[in-house]
């Protein structure tokens, strides 16, 4: 009996940083290429460069991704004419002027096919970049994951933060916040600013950080509820009225300030 063959499947290209970061560059060249083909107003003389475009899509995917790699069965892109072969231009032999609108037709349904695979590639080769922590927002993310955050915080916009979100990420976090302080005290008819003046209040809060006997004492207590109270000002108001881009070790530093809020939070007492 013949022995059944073994199907080996393509393995991944485990490319370098560098690779990554060169593979970007070529890719968004031929991405901006395709995207600079005005196919309202491209002559029939024009075809030849299509053609051209064509081979170097294929070869710059084939530079990036070697042949019979994953990526590469994941990105190849082939030929860009994507239209029926009877229209082809190769097949029409003297019909081919005649028959132009509709070639043009097949090659912008290809270019659209391969804008779709580039953008796809690129975004592919990014996300590998950022898992490495060769990105800001890479590490960023691998600092938050590391980071011995509360653990509601971390929970809460771990997920957030790795998907970019950094703007949601510190939004959500002041609302875990906000939540664990309604927790502990029990005033649940409260929320955000007028939560913590009451019950951070400097000499009749429900929760308190020392035994507030003396000056130096309440105004410790009273700077704890400023810190409560700025969170909610300056870091989720902000958020939740307009929209803000974030920058990643912003974001993260944001949400390390209140993750030491909640652990404060922790310690302090609820008065009887």
């Given at each position: 009996m013949a022995r059944r063959s073994q199907y080996n499947p393509p393995q991944p290209a485990n490319l370098s940083a560098d690779q990554i970061r060169k593979g970007i560059r070529a890719l968004e060249r031929r991405l901006d290429e395709l995207k600079s083909i005005d196919f309202?107003?491209?002559?029939?003389?024009?075809?030849?460069?299509?053609?051209?475009?064509?081979?170097?899509?294929?070869?710059?995917?084939?530079?990036?991704?070697?042949p019979g790699t994953a990526e590469n069965n994941n990105f190849a892109i082939g030929h860009l004419w994507r239209g029926s072969m009877t229209t082809s231009s190769f097949l029409d032999y003297g019909l081919h002027q005649d028959r132009w609108p509709e070639t043009r037709k097949g090659w912008q349904d290809g270019f659209s096919y391969g804008i779709a695979r580039l953008e796809g590639a690129i975004k592919y080769l990014s996300e590998s970049l950022a898992d490495m922590g060769e990105t800001v927002g890479g590490r960023a993310s691998i600092a938050l994951q590391t980071t011995p955050l509360h653990q509601a915080v971390q929970s809460a916009v771990q997920k957030k933060f790795a998907d970019g979100h950094y703007s949601d990420a510190i939004e959500t976090a002041c609302k875990v916040l906000n939540n664990l302080v309604q927790v502990r005290s029990g005033c649940f008819d409260l929320d955000n600013t007028k939560l913590m003046q009451k019950v951070f209040s400097r000499d009749n809060p429900?929760?308190?950080?020392?035994?507030?006997?003396?000056?130096?004492?309440?105004?410790?207590?009273?700077?704890?509820?400023?810190?409560?109270?700025?969170?909610?000002?300056?870091?989720?108001?902000?958020?939740?009225?307009?929209?803000?881009?974030?920058?990643?070790?912003?974001?993260?530093?944001?949400?390390?300030?209140?993750?030491?809020?909640?652990?404060?939070?922790?310690?302090?007492?609820?008065?009887?």
């Open positions: 309202g107003s491209i002559p029939e003389d024009d075809e030849p460069r299509l053609e051209a475009l064509s081979t170097s899509v294929n070869a710059s995917i084939d530079s990036v991704f070697p429900i929760l308190r950080f020392n035994d507030l006997s003396s000056d130096d004492l309440k105004n410790e207590q009273q700077g704890m509820m400023f810190l409560f109270c700025g969170v909610i000002q300056a870091l989720r108001n902000p958020r939740a009225h307009r929209v803000i881009e974030d920058h990643p070790e912003m974001a993260l530093e944001a949400i390390s300030f209140i993750s030491m809020l909640a652990k404060y939070l922790e310690s302090s007492v609820k008065v009887e």
